[in-house]
């Protein structure tokens, strides 16, 4: 009886191990793929030979599926944010800061998780079944067989549309956000246009549009990234496909979001908000 219970743990335990060396190793592969792919990437362009027609074509097809769902969830989220804040600050007789507070929400924290949100349900998820029906096709073997690294011709540039792009995508929210919540602000919660634009141009900054736009950028990397990896490691026929389109969609934002959890903590830390 002692020695089961003894040995009873140890099944788990290995499952345990395995289950967290295994994760490791999926990273380890992750980061080797982002290496390769910024390394091919700069070489490329500085020796001039980057397929920017590829470049050109993944740009287009990531403004086509993000595009319109960045304004459609853009207008909501303002008016939310809007109608939220204004409550509150009637509340407490503040109208005044209305429009600092509803559009530093928008720039600091809402547009970049947005973009990420976006970018992994629409973008991220088509990638990673792109890849992963090229996969299962034997069509990255193909590319292999014939001296092409995939990384290089498939990944790369997906990498620099998606750098391209995803600032744009940000200042689109941002701009969509922020416009709803002046409409909101000024047509039903009786805040004057002056007080709503002096109030936010007195707490909002540059600094603040730029790290909106670095951390859009980083949520983007990560997103192609992991879409990349889960589709060119897809397996198993249309399953696996399915499989690498959850986990690049789960896995992307996920890790966005932590991501932003430690941006914002160090933004907290070395910019502080300042009045003026």
């Not at 499952?15 to 390769?36: N, P």
């Not at 990397?221 to 969609?249: D, F, H, T, Y």
Request: glycine share 10%.
């Amino acid at each position: 009886m002692v020695d089961k219970v003894i040995r009873g743990p140890e099944p788990l335990v290995r499952e345990v191990t395995e289950f967290v060396l295994s994760g490791l190793r999926t990273f380890g592969r992750t980061l080797q793929l982002a290496v390769a792919a910024f390394r091919y990437l700069i070489t490329d362009i500085v020796g001039l030979k980057h397929p920017w027609r590829d470049t050109v074509a993944q740009g287009w097809f990531i403004v086509s599926v993000t595009a319109i769902p960045a304004v459609l969830v853009a207008i909501p989220f303002g008016v939310i944010v809007a109608v939220q804040v204004g409550s509150l600050t009637q509340q407490v007789g503040a109208s005044s800061v209305s429009g600092a507070a509803g559009g530093l929400g928008v720039i600091r924290q809402g547009a970049p998780m947005v973009t990420a949100l976006l970018l992994g349900g629409a973008a991220g998820s088509a990638i990673a079944a792109d890849l992963g029906a090229r996969t299962i096709r034997d069509e990255v073997d193909a590319l292999r067989t014939m001296g092409i690294d995939p990384v290089r011709r498939l990944v790369a540039p997906r990498l620099a549309a998606m750098i391209a792009l995803t600032p744009l995508l940000c200042m689109l929210i941002i701009f969509m956000g922020v416009f709803t919540g002046y409409v909101i602000a000024v047509g039903f919660q009786g805040v004057t246009p002056g007080s709503y634009l002096s109030a936010f141009s007195a707490f909002a900054k540059m600094s603040d549009l730029w790290v909106a736009i670095v951390k859009s950028i980083i949520f983007g990397i990560i997103v192609l990234i992991v879409s990349c990896q889960r589709g060119l490691e897809a397996a198993n026929g249309p399953k696996g496909v399915a499989n690498a389109v959850n986990a690049a969609v789960v896995i992307g934002v996920i890790s966005a979001f932590g991501v932003n959890l430690v941006i914002t903590q160090l933004v907290s830390m070395f910019l502080p908000t300042q009045v003026g």
